[in-house]
């Protein structure tokens, strides 16, 4: 390969700022800081939320497309994932296949340009700022409106950090007005990884993720289908869509909704990048950009959770939202809903098989993605939670297990919160409100410690009750079953009671009117019959409990 003058490549480059398990900080080439070393690389640190978690995107995509061929024979057998994949390569293996892939890979020069339109644009140019997400927009601009994140902020910035913001935004795209398509996900989609809980290395933290979507055994499919830069750009101006029919599902990883071209230039005045502080040859003030880029509809990605919407009766990809993700979300995240309306992502899957006993029996799941409103970016979220592996059919009880775990602890908080805006507010008040809203997010964080408890040691636990063929003793499952539910029954209860009271029950009677006090009495009677299992809301909980509710009916 010819080099063209700016090209940058973002395979020779040392481009990546690497922190070691030394402490040792640095920059390096992608090759550099996945490979084994006695001094491990384990982190990219950006400094930017939306950069380290999209910068392990691009390391995840780098690997399934680099060992396409691996991963595809490799499928859901785990020995020969281990055999192949399980350790860091040596640096020399990582560089040839990597070598393969760097035409696809030059952020500037003649050719192709990584994440960019093949061919310039035109118009005016865009200061580079607007390219990272949480920059005000145009609008916003417009009305001198940018109080809090002001314009300008990052009037010039090295390739290294072009080269990632073009990333994030290709890839996590929100709406951008007319034509200005949303990423392969949607805007703001979510993304969720697992890893041994004794993971150091950034391999270890990202090879159990490496999936390749809609595997057919191939290594040489043609790079310009996984690679969309690599040809004219399939533009949308009339409705016009990709599927991954017509271009290589790999595509998932390395999608391009946004017709952009940086214009990468000589640092001749040195002047240092703006997120960095680093001063490089090279870099990026101003881009051009044009609407109705890539429109994708069907792909599946690897890395995202799905959930079937009824309305068009298709599975999408979950997005983020406000508020800490916790254990109210295993469904959904970790494993499937009961329905199957909600999935885990392909990666969660793959990983609890070979991580089962890779670096120990236990994981750890992080979840990550901006929090958008429209085109606004309210929040870039990371939430890790305990993710159980073991063998399949253990792992299977667990889910089971859960499920029931987490939909109990759901219509627990519909009691609390129900019983709580009754007694204060009496039938016609409010069914939601600040103090409601926070009343639900205390529940989950409240009884999240609860629920860990319980789960760790869960699989050893079920484990136990395997007979020596291997098959589960009944006995022994079932008394397990109802030791764990009525376990995490008194820890709901307890956890419901004290918040009920907390807010419902006055340290001083004195300023309530009669009434009022009545109706807070009533209220708290009634909830604790329904914990105790009385009356149709006590069924219910119970049921969602997969408990038996007490024979004898009490009125709630």
């Not at 296949?97 to 339109?117: K, M, N, T, Y």
């Not at 859960?402 to 008040?429: K, Q, T």
């Not at 009677?509 to 809301?537: E, F, I, T, W």
Request: a neutral charge; hydrophobic letters at 40%; glycine letters at 10%.
């Amino acid at each position: 390969m010819v080099a063209q003058p700016h090209n940058f490549s973002l395979i020779s480059e040392a481009w990546l700022p690497y922190r070691r398990l030394s402490g040792e900080r640095g920059w390096a080439r992608p090759a550099e800081v996945l490979a084994a070393s006695e001094d491990p690389v384990v982190a990219v640190a950006w400094g930017r939320a939306d950069f380290d978690g999209a910068v392990r995107e691009f390391l995840i995509g780098l690997l399934a497309v680099a060992y396409r061929d691996v991963l595809t024979d490799c499928g859901d057998e785990v020995g020969a994932w281990r055999r192949h994949l399980q350790n860091a390569p040596a640096l020399a293996e990582l560089d040839a296949r990597f070598a393969v892939l760097e035409p696809a890979f030059f952020l500037g020069g003649a050719g192709a340009r990584f994440g960019q339109d093949f061919t310039p644009l035109g118009g005016d140019p865009v200061p580079i700022a607007q390219l990272l997400i949480d920059s005000p927009g145009a609008n916003t601009l417009k009305k001198n409106q940018d109080h809090f994140v002001k314009r300008g902020r990052a009037a010039c910035l090295g390739a290294s950090a072009a080269a990632m913001a073009l990333f994030t935004l290709q890839t996590y795209a929100p709406s951008g007005g007319q034509g200005h398509r949303t990423s392969l996900r949607g805007g703001g989609p979510l993304t969720v990884i697992a890893a041994a809980s004794r993971a150091v290395s950034l391999w270890d933290q990202l090879a159990p993720n490496c999936v390749v979507p809609g595997a057919t055994g191939s290594d040489d499919r043609p790079l310009d289908g996984i690679f969309p830069w690599l040809r004219e750009t399939p533009t949308s101006e009339k409705g016009q869509t990709v599927t991954p029919q017509q271009a290589d599902p790999l595509q998932a990883y390395w999608g391009m909704p946004r017709r952009i071209r940086l214009h990468l230039a000589d640092n001749q005045d040195g002047t240092p990048c703006a997120l960095t502080g680093r001063v490089e040859a090279l870099c990026v003030r101003t881009y051009e950009t044009r609407n109705y880029g890539i429109s994708y509809v069907g792909f599946q990605h690897p890395l995202s959770p799905y959930s079937f919407a009824k309305a068009s009766g298709e599975f999408l990809p979950v997005h983020g939202q406000p508020g800490r993700i916790g254990y109210r979300h295993w469904v959904g995240l970790v494993t499937a809903s009961d329905d199957g309306a909600r999935v885990p992502s392909e990666s969660i899957r793959l990983a609890r098989l070979r991580l089962k006993s890779s670096r120990g029996a236990t994981a750890r799941l992080s979840a990550f993605g901006y929090d958008m409103d429209n085109m606004k970016a309210r929040d870039f979220t990371e939430s890790a939670m305990p993710l159980l592996v073991g063998a399949p059919n253990v792992m299977a009880e667990a889910d089971a297990l859960i499920r029931e775990m987490v939909r109990g602890a759901d219509v627990g908080r519909f009691l609390l919160v129900s019983r709580v805006r009754e007694a204060l507010f009496g039938p016609s008040g409010p069914s939601d409100g600040s103090l409601l809203e926070r009343l639900k997010e205390t529940y989950w964080t409240a009884t999240e410690q609860d629920f860990l408890t319980r789960i760790d040691g869960l699989m050893d636990r079920i484990a136990a009750t395997l007979a020596d063929d291997g098959e589960f003793d009944d006995d022994a499952r079932d008394a397990l079953r109802q030791t764990v539910r009525r376990d995490w029954l008194a820890a709901l209860t307890r956890q419901i009671a004290r918040l009920f009271d907390d807010l419902v029950v006055p340290d001083d009677a004195g300023v309530l009117l009669l009434s009022d006090m009545q109706r807070r009495a009533a209220q708290r009677r009634s909830l604790r019959a329904a914990l105790a299992g009385y009356g149709k809301p006590g069924q219910d909980f119970y049921t969602a409990l997969g408990l038996p509710a007490p024979k004898k009916q009490k009125a709630a």
